[in-house]
């Protein structure tokens, strides 16, 4: 696949994962990103998983034909893009592998080879390939400290590492906003800070074309895409919206949330519920931090919350969640402890505001209950 005339496409497909860094779903795959650019000297762009070294190369072959490759740019280490690295340079030893001072500590010391063929790069330096001249911007945290891009003033590409990727392998036709959100959120929604700090350096350069390590090759129009880089990296709800997730052991957590569901679609309330037990509970993070309000419903469960309701709630707390309007249903048979503990969670988040009507049921949903719901839903919609 051609980028522009002088960069191709050289990633591969896994439809073989099961779990992206073992542990976010991606049923429609993964893929790894490569690209070759070919100028007076040649350069490719990152390796690909382990699993894939062989059609990699292969396709880096038939792009060189007979010629070899000068530089091997390593802009992350993360080993779903440099675990080649070792059969590339076996064979082709030539080759220089550019990257930063933490590139090669961290090659050292996942591979156990230090490579001695290297070039090593600093902030804004720049490779000169003959037509393509190359700049190093680091970008530290997004999603590892070495991670570095490169734009290339050429052909105005920026190669983005991990940013501005999705779930998902490019033979797979889908929209890239909600499986870059889960991407993002999960990867690095920890990172806002360090992401708009990569946003204020890479501001005043003309981009036509973001190639990232995993997910389609972005062109034409790019506001959408920076646009939502911008709302995650700020922590600012993309619409109006309530995510409702909640933990039932017997059904009456769920049923108190299912009719707060109902009470906030009669009032025109976009609003999204979740089932932390059964369901992906990456989807229903990300979707914390899509809409402006959350709800949370949990069963008390040894004086605690219900396991999958910690598990949420320090994915979200763990991702710097804030910005949020918030409330909370709690059941309790004998001591309902919940809405205490779910509080103290979000206790260190920044700027949540706490809904006034907040719901306790205690084992089974009463009347008195479904007017509490009622008065929340209608504090929800305003
Ligand atoms: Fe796609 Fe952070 O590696």
Known sequence: MEITEDIQYVGVNDHQIDLFESQYKVPDGMAYNSYVILDEKTAVM???????????LSNIASVLKDRKPDYLIVQHMEPDHSASIAAFMEKYPETAIVGNAKTFDML?????????????????????????????VFAPMVHWPEVMMTYDETDKVLFSADAFGKFGAN?????????????????????????????????GIEIKTICSLHGPVLSGDL????????????????EDGVVIAYTSVYGHTREAANLLAEELTARDVK??????????????????YKYSKVVFASTTYNADIFPPMRFYMENLTERNFQNRTVAFI????????????????????KNLTYCEHNVTVKSAVTEANKEEIKALAEELSK
């Open 46 to 56: 990152d390796t690909v998983d382990v699993h894939f070294t062989k059609e990699w």
């Open 108 to 136: 050292c010391n996942f591979y156990g080879h230090c490579y001695t063929n290297t070039v090593t790069v600093k902030e804004k330096d720049t490779l000169n390939l003959g037509k393509h001249i190359l700049h190093f």
């Open 171 to 203: 033979d797979v036709e889908e929209p890239w906003l909600d499986e870059a959100r889960r991407y993002y959120i999960g990867i690095v929604g920890k990172y806002g800070m360090q992401v708009m700090n990569l946003f204020k350096k890479i501001g």
């Open 223 to 238: 506001t959408p895409y920076l646009n939502a880089y911008t709302k995650w990296a700020s922590y600012t709800p993309e």
């Open 271 to 288: 609003t999204e519920v979740y089932d932390l037990a059964r369901c992906d509970i990456h989807q229903a993070v990300a979707a914390a």
């Open 330 to 349: 709690q059941n309790g048979s004998w001591a309902p402890m919940a809405e205490k503990v779910m509080r103290g969670i979000l206790e260190k988040s």
